[in-house]
């Protein structure tokens, strides 16, 4: 009986290891930036992620430890470090997607415009390698100002032969993320169960909930609603004031971009209807790049969803967004270009 009992458990545990393997299948993530204020959570976040067969974290330095730390986490992933330029491609080849949370973050007083010197470079410099050795992944851009950095990496892409529009996305899910808990608190509804879609871009006024299509519905005052935009739009700041010369938001942001990354994962996988708010190549307004509702599949961006219906004053919000972000996205195309 033990011999038939113990034969019987091992081959259910082998059915389960086929199973388990024929379902999900081997997806590599690299993050670059990995060793930094959002990149370490989110390593850690990627880590408990089952979707994830290889995760390379990769940043100038301090890497090893982050993946030596982290890769004693019992999960599905095998986690390596990358330290140094000379390691990026080794960190890159093979990888579906590819997170980019590199360069530095604001202090009281700046603007996400502000980064564009320092952070303009890096994005070009990994965006370039990625052309090299994954030019297949996704791209989820982090690193700030989305609303510039989406279009630099575009550019570098078409300059290498490898831009694919739906392949490349902005971060935008901490403003819908923000939306969600500020719309939460305020009408009094189960945080779960909220949904608020955010467009535009990603930075002050770029940044466009659409409160109006909000679910669960709450009947919320004009002055609440303006209250909660302007609280989405500054989001950012109110933790870079918190932090007080410590840096930006990093806890959230992790959490956020962990969240889209599974949603990637998802797509490519094949689970229908995911859909995220994200900034990418869009003609559903005039500009070249906008966030809106994204509809994810096994190739990326499967479909960019229409606005919808808006109010007057969201209408009105989207009216001033238009030169702002307009122009962000033109000194990105233009730095590239340089
Ligand atoms: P951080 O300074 O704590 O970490 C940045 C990391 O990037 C560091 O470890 C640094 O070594 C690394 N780095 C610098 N140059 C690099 C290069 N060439 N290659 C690889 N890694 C490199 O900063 P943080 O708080 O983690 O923020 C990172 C970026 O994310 C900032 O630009 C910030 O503004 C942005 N951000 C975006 C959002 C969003 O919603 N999209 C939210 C929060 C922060
Ligand atoms: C955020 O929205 O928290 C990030 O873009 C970081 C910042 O500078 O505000």
Redesign the pocket.
């Known amino acids: 009986t033990r011999l038939r009992s113990s034969s019987a458990s091992s081959q259910s545990h082998l059915l389960r290891r086929s199973y388990s393997s024929d379902s999900v299948p081997e997806r590599k993530v690299a993050v ?8 370490q959570p989110l390593s850690l976040l990627m880590k408990l992620n089952p979707l994830v067969s290889k995760l390379a974290l ?5 890497t090893p430890g982050v993946a030596a730390d982290v890769s004693h986490v019992n999960t599905r992933s095998e986690v390596a470090g990358y330290a140094g ?1 000379e390691q ?1 491609g080794k960190a890159l080849e093979g990888s579906d997607i590819v997170i980019i ?6 202090k009281p007083g700046m603007t ?1 415009d502000d ?1 564009f010197n320092i ?1 303009a470079g ?1 994005v070009k ?2 965006c370039t390698a990625i052309a090299k050795y994954c030019p297949n992944a996704l791209v989820n ?6 609303n510039s950095t989406v279009p630099i990496a575009a550019e570098v892409f078409k300059k290498a032969g490898t831009y694919d529009e739906k392949k490349l996305f ?6 819908v993320v923000r939306a969600k808990t500020f719309y939460a608190g305020k009408a009094k509804v189960p945080v779960e169960e909220v949904n608020v879609p955010v467009v535009g871009g ?1 930075a002050g006024i770029t940044i466009l909930p659409l409160f109006s299509q909000a679910v669960p519905k709450a009947n919320l005052a004009d002055e609440d609603i303006k209250a909660l935009t302007k609280r989405t739009q500054d989001g ?1 700041t109110e933790v870079v004031e918190a932090k007080a010369g410590k ?4 806890l959230s ?1 992790a959490y ?2 962990a969240l889209f990354a599974d949603a990637c994962l998802k797509g490519l996988n094949g689970v229908p209807d995911v859909v995220e708010c994200t900034f990418v190549q869009s003609s559903v307004t005039e500009l070249p790049f906008f966030a809106s509702k994204v509809k994810l599949g096994k190739n990326g961006v499967e479909e960019v969803l229409e606005l919808g219906p808006m109010s007057d004053y969201e209408k009105q919000g989207l009216q001033n967004l238009i030169p702002e972000l307009k122009a962000s996205i033109e000194k990105g195309i233009k730095f590239a270009n340089q």
Do not use: F, K, Q, W
């Open positions: 670059l930036g990995a060793a930094g204020g959002i990149g990769y940043d100038i330095a301090g330029e990026l949370p590199a360069g530095v973050p604001r996400r980064l952070n890096i410099s990994l851009m982090i690193s700030n100002p989305v902005g971060v935008t899910t901490l403003d990603h950012g840096g930006s938001a990093t942001m956020a971009g």
